[in-house]
Nanobody, 123 residues
Framework: QVQLVESGGKLVQAGDSLRLSCAASGRTFSRYVMAWFRQAPGKEREFVAA????????NYADSVKGRFTISRDNAKNTVYLQMNSLKPEDTAVYYC????????????????WGQGTQVTVSS
């Protein structure tokens, strides 16, 4: 099992940068594919980015490609989401997720979730 705690969300202006962190408990962090999802009010939870066990492979939603970067530090049991050139449409609750099987863009494939951190981008 793994427990996830996100941090770093806040109110920023359009064009700003922000880095989210997700700290995982347990000693098996390196065995989990990690991902970030987000959910805006009235919308479904959507995939943002995922990273492989080693960190060598990443995948991004088209809407964030070139602006967001996912990374992980297995020694610190932490996954990050660096968000640059933020837009008002990036406003959402951002969730960290983990699964032990595949790099997936579907939230139903992830069995472990954090509580979320709010990111608000003002125009």
């Amino acid at each position: 099992q793994v427990q996830l705690v996100e941090s770093g969300g806040k109110l920023v202006q359009a064009g700003d940068s922000l880095r989210l962190s997700c700290a995982a408990s347990g000693r098996t962090f390196s065995r989990y594919v990690m991902a970030w999802f987000r959910q805006a009010p009235g919308k479904e939870r959507e995939f943002v980015a995922a990273i492989s066990l080693s960190g060598r492979t990443t995948n991004y939603a088209d809407s964030v490609k070139g602006r967001f970067t996912i990374s992980r530090d297995n020694a610190k049991n932490t996954v990050y989401l660096q968000m640059n050139s933020l837009k008002p449409e990036d406003t959402a609750v951002y969730y960290c997720a983990a699964n032990s099987r595949i790099m997936s863009v579907y939230y139903k494939d992830y069995g472990y979730w954090g509580q979320g951190t709010q990111v608000t981008v003002s125009s």
